[in-house]
């Protein structure tokens, strides 16, 4: 079994950071905790001006009295000069800033209140789902109003002249029934599809174009539809066609996979249809002379995308890569139309890449041990801005040249933490997986580590399967390191970044070869570092991680804790009652009514009863991905079986809790796996679990354990 490794050390990222650390404040530093998570600012949103010499961006901080994340929007120069400066406040809760053409204004949504355009304000709180549309000066001033449409507006940009703005607007049927107390609260479907993790229940509204005047807000609407929505409108140079992207075959509420580009008149009128592509095509982006759409293409839902170039007018299309094997997103087009560049995981990083449009050839564009992300291209003439983030920093904005160079960190959102923390380092490794694949895993040695202690550690799995781990920031395992914790993670078949046949080596084999990859990496990482404490083995992981993590307590009792969150256990019920219906005939081979069996004999559920390891389970009420009964089903039938389980339910969140949920919740779910190592890893049978804990410290005496 071959093992190659790359240490990461510490002093790199602070040296790459510019904040050199002497001995002594070194000492003083304190491992990071579950709470600090209320410090945290996060960067989003980067863009760059027109003439390239400014950024505007989002930081949005948390107010824990109000459990909320509090957005405003920010400027700084891309040569790296002079200070940030914030353009709206928090008071406005601002969000997707975007440069006029001339580069004076600033547009933004806004769910603030204002009794009229010039932006005095009756309140300050937003209303929820009714955000508008605001204009800021660049130099400064009060925003004004632009839009004041009842079902508010998204995904706003400028036309190419800076007179009018494309947005989506979502209208339907149920905007002229009656409002009052005798009206229907029940809901009432004829399609499959009726609810979505993210969004909840649907209702019979649909997102549609429209034009919005820049100095009136007058607006007019040029799609429309009730069996589907319009999204991703794009300005084609001259301003006088926008293109979308649409289902319009009628059944993108009855599993539909078939999505189009389409293109109308900023007037409103016929529809030409660009892609002729079978599957799912979106991402529509015009090269600058306006005579080519770039898009991506899935022709299956097992497929990844593929990058096609097809006439504006519509027209036979040609791959812009023959040999692209990634997943790209986030397409755009320099400034002369030669290239389009694009995101992609790739290996257990986040890049930007090239694709030379005339030879098909693709070139890396940005490297290091890292995730880029969130790039803006613009038409800013060589200049690009995008996040960046690794495994010891949160994403700060950078600028650089197209070819990557001349970067220049324009940001240090949360500098003042940095410095009164000690944060570990990881160490990358590869090691064969089942059939001989090389598998990529990540080890995380705890902070203060020692020569000839033992220390435990705790194996984490990904969700997905369809994502990657990485040298990307994750808090939870700064977190677990400072207590003590070594982290062992790794990227098994079905995870992105390492091709298709890769991503795909998972169809059919849940808990078959997965498994043998993630196990042969425990084993490995065991046997090189003999530090690690085999008799305190802990392992947990989310959705498919969840998933693995049940498969994996019914399958070995080398783990003496277990902590699993929005899992999967049973397939049978979980097909039907998801937001994607029948969403695993791809893993499957075939849906539940012709696989039965297969999809029964990978359930966890089936091996209940052979259980030996303490399980912890976290779901979500309002969980649309994973429902809460699968959760519960685990739990029931653990009891059932004698076996030792709890179950904590967080009340408003969804599938996205440890992503997105309410602050105080992502803290407590932090926490509760805390609690749960501390107890059954380090035996400390006085561990009181969160909710037990006096107002205030939760997690205070977790955070002193384990050290």
């Not at 390239?52 to 405003?72: C, E, F, L, M, T």
């Not at 015009?286 to 593929?306: F, H, K, M, Q, V």
């Not at 084999?509 to 046997?527: F, P």
């Not at 949920?661 to 501390?678: A, M, R």
């Given at each position: 079994?071959?093992?190659?490794?790359?240490?990461?050390?510490?002093?790199?990222?602070?040296?790459?950071?510019?904040?050199?650390?002497?001995?002594?404040?070194?000492?003083?530093?304190?491992?990071?905790?579950?709470?600090?998570?209320?410090?945290?600012?996060?960067?989003?949103?980067?863009?760059?001006?027109?003439?390239?010499?400014?950024?505007?961006?989002?930081?949005?901080?948390?107010?824990?009295?109000?459990?909320?994340?509090?957005?405003?929007?920010?400027?700084?120069?891309?040569?790296?000069?002079?200070?940030?400066?914030?353009?709206?406040?928090?008071?406005?809760?601002?969000?997707?800033?975007?440069w006029s053409p001339d580069g004076r204004t600033i547009a933004f949504s806004s769910g603030r209140v204002s009794t009229d355009s010039t932006g005095s304000t009756g309140k300050q709180e937003p209303a929820p789902g009714k955000s508008q549309l605001w204009a800021a000066p660049f130099s400064g001033g009060t925003p004004r109003r632009i839009t004041n449409i009842g079902n508010g507006v998204s995904s706003c940009s400028w036309s190419p002249t800076g007179d009018r703005f494309v947005c989506l607007v979502r209208t339907g049927p149920g905007d002229s029934v009656n409002t009052g107390p005798n009206r229907s609260d029940v809901r009432h479907y004829s399609h499959i599809s009726y609810k979505f993790n993210d969004s909840g229940w649907?209702?019979?509204?649909?997102?549609?174009?429209?034009?919005?005047?820049?100095?009136?807000?007058?607006?007019?609407?040029?799609?429309?539809?009730?069996?589907?929505?319009?999204?991703?409108?794009?300005?084609?140079?001259?301003?006088?066609?926008?293109?979308?992207?649409?289902?319009?075959?009628?059944?993108?509420?009855?599993?539909?996979?078939?999505?189009?580009?389409?293109?109308?008149?900023?007037?409103?009128?016929?529809?030409?249809?660009?892609?002729?592509?079978?599957?799912?095509?979106?991402?529509?982006?015009?090269?600058?002379?306006?005579?080519?759409?770039?898009?991506?293409?899935?022709?299956?839902?097992?497929?990844?995308?593929?990058?096609?170039?097809?006439?504006?007018?519509?027209?036979?299309?040609?791959?812009?890569?023959?040999?692209?094997?990634?997943?790209?997103?986030?397409?755009?087009?320099?400034?002369?139309?030669?290239?389009?560049?694009?995101?992609?995981?790739?290996?257990?990083?986040?890049?930007?890449?090239?694709?030379?449009?005339?030879?098909?050839?693709?070139?890396?564009?940005?490297?290091?041990?890292?995730?880029?992300?969130?790039?803006?291209?613009?038409?800013?003439?060589?200049?690009?801005?995008?996040?960046?983030?690794?495994?010891?920093?949160?994403?700060?904005?950078?600028?650089?040249?197209?070819?990557?160079?001349?970067?220049?960190?324009?940001?240090?959102?949360?500098?003042?933490?940095?410095?009164?923390?000690?944060?570990?380092?990881?160490?990358?490794?590869?090691?064969?997986?089942?059939?001989?694949?090389?598998?990529?895993?990540?080890?995380?040695?705890?902070?203060?580590?020692?020569?000839?202690?033992?220390?435990?550690?705790?194996?984490?799995?990904?969700?997905?399967?369809?994502?990657?781990?990485?040298?990307?920031?994750?808090?939870?395992?700064?977190?677990?390191?400072?207590?003590?914790?070594?982290?062992?993670?790794?990227?098994?078949?079905?995870?992105?970044?390492?091709?298709?046949?890769?991503?795909?080596?998972?169809?059919?084999?849940?808990?078959?070869?997965?498994?043998?990859?993630?196990?042969?990496?425990?084993?490995?990482?065991?046997?090189?570092?003999?530090?690690?404490?085999?008799?305190?083995?802990?392992?947990?992981?989310?959705?498919?991680?969840?998933?693995?993590?049940?498969?994996?307590?019914?399958?070995?009792?080398?783990?003496?804790?277990?902590?699993?969150?929005?899992?999967?256990?049973?397939?049978?019920?979980?097909?039907?009652?998801?937001?994607?219906?029948?969403?695993?005939?791809?893993?499957?081979?075939?849906?539940?009514?012709?696989?039965?069996?297969?999809?029964?004999?990978?359930?966890?559920?089936?091996?209940?009863?052979?259980?030996?390891?303490?399980?912890?389970?976290?779901?979500?009420?309002?969980?649309?991905?994973?429902?809460?009964?699968?959760?519960?089903?685990?739990?029931?039938?653990?009891?059932?079986?004698?076996?030792?389980?709890?179950?904590?339910?967080?009340?408003?969140?969804?599938?996205?809790?440890?992503?997105?949920?309410?602050?105080?919740?992502?803290?407590?779910?932090?926490?509760?796996?805390?609690?749960?190592?501390?107890?059954?890893?380090?035996?400390?049978?006085?561990?009181?679990?969160?909710?037990?804990?006096?107002?205030?410290?939760?997690?205070?005496?977790?955070?002193?354990?384990?050290?």
């Amino acid at each position: 079994m071959r093992l190659r490794t790359s240490f990461v050390s510490a002093s790199l990222f602070v040296a790459a950071s510019g904040c050199p650390v002497a001995a002594q404040q070194q000492a003083a530093r304190r491992g990071i905790t579950a709470e600090d998570y209320y410090s945290y600012h996060f960067a989003a949103d980067p863009r760059i001006s027109p003439d390239g010499k400014q950024v505007a961006y989002v930081v949005s901080r948390i107010d824990r009295a109000r459990n909320r994340r509090v957005p405003s929007i920010w400027i700084a120069s891309t040569d790296g000069s002079g200070a940030s400066r914030e353009l709206v406040g928090e008071a406005w809760t601002p969000g997707a800033p975007r440069w006029s053409p001339d580069g004076r204004t600033i547009a933004f949504s806004s769910g603030r209140v204002s009794t009229d355009s010039t932006g005095s304000t009756g309140k300050q709180e937003p209303a929820p789902g009714k955000s508008q549309l605001w204009a800021a000066p660049f130099s400064g001033g009060t925003p004004r109003r632009i839009t004041n449409i009842g079902n508010g507006v998204s995904s706003c940009s400028w036309s190419p002249t800076g007179d009018r703005f494309v947005c989506l607007v979502r209208t339907g049927p149920g905007d002229s029934v009656n409002t009052g107390p005798n009206r229907s609260d029940v809901r009432h479907y004829s399609h499959i599809s009726y609810k979505f993790n993210d969004s909840g229940w649907f209702d019979d509204k649909r997102s549609h174009l429209w034009v919005v005047d820049a100095a009136t807000g007058s607006a007019r609407q040029i799609t429309s539809g009730d069996d589907w929505n319009d999204t991703e409108p794009q300005w084609s140079p001259d301003g006088t066609r926008i293109a979308f992207v649409s289902d319009r075959s009628g059944k993108e509420y009855d599993e539909s996979r078939n999505r189009d580009v389409w293109t109308v008149p900023t007037l409103g009128g016929a529809l030409t249809k660009v892609s002729t592509a079978p599957g799912r095509n979106t991402s529509p982006e015009w090269s600058p002379d306006g005579r080519t759409i770039a898009y991506l293409n899935s022709e299956d839902e097992d497929a990844a995308p593929i990058v096609l170039l097809a006439p504006a007018g519509g027209g036979s299309f040609r791959r812009a890569a023959p040999g692209l094997d990634m997943n790209p997103t986030n397409l755009q087009w320099d400034e002369d139309g030669r290239a389009l560049y694009f995101e992609t995981v790739m290996r257990g990083e986040n890049h930007l890449y090239r694709i030379d449009v005339q030879l098909g050839g693709i070139s890396a564009v940005t490297s290091g041990a890292r995730a880029v992300h969130s790039v803006d291209l613009g038409r800013a003439r060589g200049r690009m801005v995008y996040l960046a983030n690794d495994f010891q920093h949160l994403d700060d904005v950078y600028a650089a040249g197209l070819d990557g160079k001349a970067e220049k960190k324009l940001t240090d959102v949360n500098g003042d933490l940095w410095k009164q923390l000690d944060l570990a380092s990881v160490e990358r490794m590869t090691y064969k997986g089942a059939d001989g694949w090389d598998i990529d895993g990540f080890l995380v040695k705890p902070m203060g580590w020692k020569a000839g202690t033992k220390y435990p550690m705790i194996l984490s799995i990904h969700g997905g399967p369809a994502g990657q781990y990485g040298v990307d920031w994750y808090n939870e395992f700064q977190v677990d390191a400072a207590k003590g914790y070594a982290v062992f993670f790794s990227n098994p078949r079905g995870s992105t970044g390492y091709g298709q046949k890769f991503e795909r080596g998972i169809a059919n084999q849940w808990g078959g070869n997965d498994y043998i990859d993630v196990m042969n990496g425990v084993r490995v990482v065991l046997g090189a570092n003999p530090w690690l404490d085999t008799a305190r083995l802990g392992v947990t992981g989310g959705s498919y991680g969840g998933y693995l993590t049940n498969w994996i307590v019914g399958h070995t009792s080398l783990f003496k804790a277990a902590v699993t969150l929005r899992s999967v256990v049973n397939f049978i019920s979980d097909e039907g009652t998801r937001d994607g219906a029948y969403g695993h005939t791809r893993d499957f081979g075939g849906d539940l009514f012709d696989r039965f069996d297969l999809y029964w004999d990978r359930s966890p559920l089936k091996y209940a009863k052979d259980v030996t390891t303490p399980i912890l389970i976290l779901h979500s009420d309002n969980d649309f991905r994973v429902p809460l009964e699968q959760g519960e089903q685990w739990f029931r039938a653990l009891k059932h079986f004698g076996k030792n389980a709890e179950i904590v339910m967080f009340p408003r969140e969804n599938h996205n809790l440890t992503r997105t949920g309410e602050p105080k919740h992502i803290v407590e779910s932090l926490n509760w796996q805390l609690y749960w190592f501390d107890k059954y890893l380090n035996g400390n049978t006085a561990a009181l679990p969160p909710d037990r804990q006096p107002s205030g410290e939760q997690g205070a005496k977790a955070a002193q354990s384990g050290n």
